[in-house]
């Protein structure tokens, strides 16, 4: 077995457990039934929006973080290369992206379905439903795997940040980003840029597509920052 395989199953083994099982099982599926419930005991009114994602957005962020904390030092411990888990690691996280999301939106129409034949409306909480308020499954579910490809390569890239500059370096530059943020928010740059946005009228689809390349980018813009990184953070 090589070392990349060895790496991909070892993510793998632990996220199928923790994704199909603890996400899944015990948190959305329960959380689908109890919205079902929730409509027929208490007879809910149109325009009331379900809401089962968000605990699936927080895990995309959670394995972004703590599955490279908790395998990294593991695999390198067990012969390794940084460079074969960094690849593994890649692999695992889109996989993981696209299974969850998929899975996701899969609950999502189910619920849309009973709703639709038990109260004769639906609605959904949705990152495309600010965009496209008529549902679709195929291009809500582009979107929201777009969705989750952004926030899984951002949270990568401060979790990488984070890991090579230490607490302390990594709130400084915090600090300063906001700092620049609120002269740009303030001097009026940031309204010229969304309205520049808005003025390119792109479809919500080409928009997000967009969002996850940019995931995609922060994503393989930490390789060159953990190709040689050491088995722990740098403290403080």
């Not at 390198?76 to 692999?91: N, P």
């Not at 370096?169 to 303030?186: A, G, H, K």
């Amino acid at each position: 077995m090589n070392t990349f395989y060895g790496n991909t199953l070892l993510i793998y083994n632990e996220m199928k457990w923790y994704f199909g099982r603890v996400l899944f099982l015990y948190i959305t599926i329960p959380l689908m039934i109890a919205w079902i419930i929730t409509g027929l005991v208490f007879n809910l009114h149109e325009g009331v929006i379900t809401s089962i994602p968000v605990p699936a957005y927080i895990h995309i962020v959670l394995f972004s973080m703590v599955a490279f904390k908790m395998y990294f030092p593991i695999a390198i411990g067990m012969g390794s290369t940084r460079i074969h888990f960094l690849k593994a690691f890649y692999v695992t996280g889109l996989g993981v992206v696209a299974f969850t999301i998929l899975f996701l939106n899969f609950c999502q129409y189910i619920m849309i379905i009973v709703y639709n034949q038990l109260f004769g409306w639906s609605s959904i909480l949705h990152p495309a439903i600010f965009f496209r308020p008529e549902y679709q499954f195929l291009p809500y579910l582009w979107i929201d795997i777009m969705f989750g490809l952004f926030i899984f390569g951002l949270s990568f890239l401060l979790f990488c940040a984070w890991y090579r500059l230490g607490s302390v370096r990594m709130l400084f530059l915090i600090t300063v980003l906001t700092i620049i943020c609120l002269f740009l928010y303030y001097g009026g740059v940031l309204e010229t840029w969304f309205q520049w946005v808005r003025s390119l009228g792109l479809d919500a689809v080409i928009g997000f597509t967009i969002l996850g390349s940019l995931g995609l980018f922060a994503l393989f813009s930490t390789y060159p920052m953990m190709r040689d990184a050491s088995l722990n953070p740098k403290p403080r």
